[in-house]
């Protein structure tokens, strides 16, 4: 089935650094979604894109829709030590069916104080 | 408040056993979807179930079966227990935006 190139796979950084991730598609997604799932918890959303080039902040969170529809962008500012965990993007292809996303593999990350 | 509630958290069978994980809403979604979880793999497909009444499969169906047993219930039923299917299962439903609300796994063990 379809799937996301998500990267880095694994991020181990200092508290307080700043973190970038990327969701890559060989097809063009008319909204993109990232997820964070703290250990032992479910994914629980954090920004939704709808738009291309739309840049949305949540806090130190930052996503962006890529302008060619085929990338989305998560950056976490000063990162802490509840940063930790799986941070997943999502995406609905154009044209397939509404109510199915699409998951990427998902970024590990590990913040050391 | 609860969103999305899913039992067992935990449960560990032996091959050639037969469970049913539950998982209920209580936020009307009309949508709602079975998601097994593996490093390195993300979140696959299992089943969903568009509006009550109706399920289609997904990604990775084999081995699988669901009922929709109302607008709030939706179970994933393990026939023959395989250790392939030592996952972490999620339940998922969505209402009229595109976010999924997620619940807090069952961890599910084959031996």
């Known amino acids: 089935g379809q799937q996301l190139n998500q990267s880095p796979q694994s991020m181990f950084i200092q508290e307080g650094e700043d973190v970038s991730m990327n969701c890559t598609s060989s097809?063009?997604?008319?909204?993109w979604l990232w997820y964070k799932q703290d250990p032992g918890e479910g994914p629980v959303l954090l920004i939704a894109?709808?738009?291309?080039?739309e840049l949305t902040s949540n806090g130190r969170l930052t996503a962006q829709f890529g302008i060619t529809r085929k990338d989305s962008f998560l950056n976490i500012s000063a990162s802490i030590p509840s940063d930790v965990g799986i941070y997943f993007c999502?995406?609905?292809?154009?044209?397939?069916?509404?109510?199915?996303?699409?998951f990427g593999t998902g970024t590990l990350l590990a913040v050391q104080p | 408040n609860a969103g999305v509630t899913q039992t067992p958290k935990f449960q560990v069978l032996k091959t050639g056993q037969s469970m049913t994980l539950q998982c209920a809403q209580d936020?009307?979604?009309?949508?709602m979807y079975w998601y097994r979880q593996d490093p390195g793999m993300g979140l696959r497909l299992i089943y969903y179930?568009?509006?009550?009444?109706?399920?289609d499969k997904g990604e990775v169906p084999n081995g699988y079966n669901v009922s929709r047993l109302n607008k709030r219930e939706f179970s994933l039923r393990l026939e023959s227990a395989a250790p392939s299917q030592t996952s972490v299962y999620f339940c998922?439903?969505?209402?009229?935006?595109?976010?999924?609300?997620f619940g807090s796994g069952t961890r599910l063990t084959v031996v």
């Open positions: 999502a995406g609905q292809p154009r044209g397939g069916a509404t109510n199915k996303l699409i």
């Open positions: 998922a439903s969505r209402g009229t935006v595109y976010g999924y609300t």
């Open positions: 894109l709808y738009k291309a080039g």
């Open positions: 097809s063009i997604f008319n909204t």
């Open positions: 936020m009307n979604h009309n949508s």
């Open positions: 179930s568009a509006s009550e009444g109706t399920t």
